[in-house]
T-cell receptor, first 113, second 114 residues
Framework: ETGVTQTPRHLVMGMTNKKSLKCEQHLGHNAMYWYKQSAKKPLELMFVYNFKEQTENNSVPSRFSPECPNSSHLFLHLHTLQPEDSALYLC????????????FGPGTRLTVT | DQQVKQNSPSLSVQEGRISILNCDYTNSMFDYFLWYKKYPAEGPTFLISISSIKDKNEDGRFTVFLNKSAKHLSLHIVPSQPGDSAVYFCAASNRDNQGGKLIFGQGTELSVKP
């Protein structure tokens, strides 16, 4: 059983909607990550948080806004998305950035209409 | 420019035989390599890793080989089982300078036939 949970598992939203993705980890890790996986492409790192502080923003458009209120929770706020943003969004955690393996949640399948 | 490449999008193997999944990288600063396995509708699951100071790491049926001079790593699964059918991703990082950033390959879909 994964120690990283994500909700919702599926989301359909219009381009003018605002929605949020939620991630929670029960592993006692201090680093959390958001990844995007588009069809037939490698996983792309979006954001890295270490002890609630954002340490990396991989040139992600501002219509994606992350929030990390504590080491166990991570949010991805979405607004005015484009159809090309439709993808699988994966959350992961690790003990610290660069140390230990990353453990992934099941992902949120997002469709933007 | 893709720094980690898995050139075979798919691989089909008979049950009981060996599966060999390959991965090439271009960045000589990578010092840590991982393999993940992904079933449909699930997130990737960590399988096995290897540090650049080693050339082989084994865990049960899974062995990862690293050839630094060729910038190549491979995952061997023996014997292959139908439950191994999944997409396999290799990933690499430079733990000192990348702050935990993993660079993933595109994945290879393994199908193990009974």
């Amino acid at each position: 059983e994964t120690g990283v949970t994500q909700t919702p598992r599926h989301l359909v939203m219009g381009m003018t909607n605002k929605k949020s993705l939620k991630c929670e980890q029960h592993l006692g890790h201090n680093a959390m990550y958001w990844y995007k996986q588009s069809a037939k492409k490698p996983l792309e790192l979006m954001f890295v948080y270490n002890f609630k502080e954002q340490t990396e923003n991989n040139s992600v458009p501002s219509r994606f806004s992350p929030e990390c209120p504590n080491s166990s929770h991570l949010f991805l706020h979405l607004h005015t998305l484009q159809p090309e943003d439709s993808a699988l969004y994966l959350c992961a955690s690790s003990l610290t950035p660069g140390q230990g393996e990353q453990y992934f949640g099941p992902g949120t399948r997002l469709t933007v209409t | 420019d893709q720094q980690v490449k898995q050139n075979s999008p798919s691989l089909s193997v008979q049950e009981g035989r060996i599966s060999i999944l390959n991965c090439d990288y271009t960045n000589s600063m990578f010092d840590y390599f991982l393999w993940y396995k992904k079933y449909p509708a699930e997130g990737p699951t960590f399988l096995i890793s290897i540090s650049s100071i080693k050339d082989k790491n084994e865990d049960g049926r899974f062995t990862v080989f690293l050839n630094k001079s060729a910038k190549h790593l491979s995952l061997h699964i023996v014997p292959s089982q139908p439950g191994d059918s999944a997409v396999y991703f290799c990933a690499a990082s430079n733990r000192d300078n990348q702050g935990g950033k993993l660079i993933f390959g595109q994945g290879t879909e393994l199908s193990v036939k009974p």
